[in-house]
């Protein structure tokens, strides 16, 4: 949706990005970089329906858990690389996807979005009750056998590198679909699903490659958790609680911008409730008090998402200055 | 020669209520034919019925020789046949040039061609001005405009406009009334709704009249004029006895 001179900005950030882990060793503030790339990937992969496309998705959570079941169980049980396992629980995901969203996207609004909870509600209890295969409600756990086939490593500036190159491989498909005619028509659902009909443009068909495309990425990110922390359960993996947590950084970044997403992460995962561990007894809670805070901040200041006010704001301040400069 | 667009019989029903009922119609390629009938006749729901949004109980819809019921309006775009709707649903974030874009998307996959495109339909539409502009900040006036503009960046042959003229003051019906008289030129076959009678009654070749969504009329706009039913489901019965 955007013009040529984005190239310049995005190819900076990237630079910015690759450089980030060279920047300190110590292992608290490389697991925030880790994560920050990790999160930032989900939420950009989720961008692509709630942002661009406008369905309102809180059920992504089933396509993080089915990315982190599949390759950690493949592994356990055939010893079968979780790259390959990667690939084999993104299609898994992808066709989840085909179905379920052939069953949903005809839902409009508030029913699309209570679909996709349902949904992710119904794998959760899947997992936790289909011990024999989930292990249940105990989890998973990952063998560590460090190995580049195993995508394990011993340092955690490997996994900051690793989770850059899934950041940027979404980064990468969002910019193309934001350049071709797939982006345009994804707005155009999300603005006026009607008049898009009328002018030509095959709603469900397009919806549907766009959770498609959504979830294959999302699930991608499911298994590089898993390989990250070594261990997979239920309650976590499928929970309503990180399928919330995928849409608030995107609310927070700016829905349908392309950097949106890795700045609500950037700003979320130094707070979020599952870094409470950092903080201490002490301060027990107090992690909710900034989450909440961060939040009334965005919306009261921030409507549109941190990506399209900073843009503004910086418009604003040009055309002030160049005011200024001629007198 | 098949006409352009033709129904027989059509009939559309909300639980027990005819909205449509037993509508027959035949429009020629190259006509402007208009459509009339007091609030709630059924004019919108016969659109919604000709465009595929809605799908007629009983009854045939053939365009350019095609049974077309059942067909979705993103299929019947394809055909040529395209939709305004009364109220006007722009893509507010995004600007005016992206929004004909959508609209030229249809025949064009490449967004540089799509981009050129809908600067030519802007500039024969009078809004290149605002090509950068959101269109949730236009008027209501624009609003319309960019309406007709998108359908006609997806190059149909027949156009179903839904009251474009309504809420525009004199001058803005002016503007509109020759954007639909160079579309005619320009071979595009219009079906209108409108309110506004000056307008129908000077643009119109031929008038259906709908009340009570039954077709009780059709004819030359004089014809239309004088026509009993006509006067007497607009003014009254009293009027027509005084």
Known sequence: MMAMRDWGPRAALVVVLALVPLTTSNNYYMDIIVQVFMWGGAATAWNIVGGYAGQFSLGHAAFFGIGAYTSSLLFIAFGLSPWIGM???GALSALFALIIGYLSVRLRGPFFTL???ALAEVLQILAIYWRGLTGGGSGLLVPFTPGVAAFMFESKRTYAYVGLGFLL??????HLIERSRVGYYLVAIREEEDAARALGVRVLRLKLLAIVISAFFTSLIGTFYAQ????????????LELSIQFALMVIIGGLGTWVGPLLGAALITPLNPFQRAWLGAAASGLYLVFYGLVLVLVVLFMRQGIAVETRLAFRRWVTLRRRLASG | MAPLLEARGVVKRFGGLFAVRDVDLAIEAGEIVGLIGPNGAGKTTLFAVLSGFLRPEDGEVRFDGRSVVGLAPEELSRFGLCRTFQLVKPFGNMTVLQNVMVGAFLRLSSPSNAAREAERILEFTGMTHLRDVLAKTLPVELRKRLEVARTLATHPRLLLLDEVMAGLNPTEIKGMLDLLLTLHREGI???????VMAVIMSLCQRILVLHHGEKIAEGSPGEIARHPRVVQAYLGEEYLLA
């Open chain 2, 189 to 195: 076959t219009l079906f209108i709704i409108e309110h």
């Open chain 1, 115 to 117: 679909a996709t909870i």
């Open chain 1, 87 to 89: 690939l084999a629980g």
């Open chain 1, 228 to 239: 990250y922390t070594l261990w997979v359960e239920p309650p976590y993996a499928f929970s």
């Open chain 1, 169 to 174: 491989a979404t980064l990468a498909v969002v």
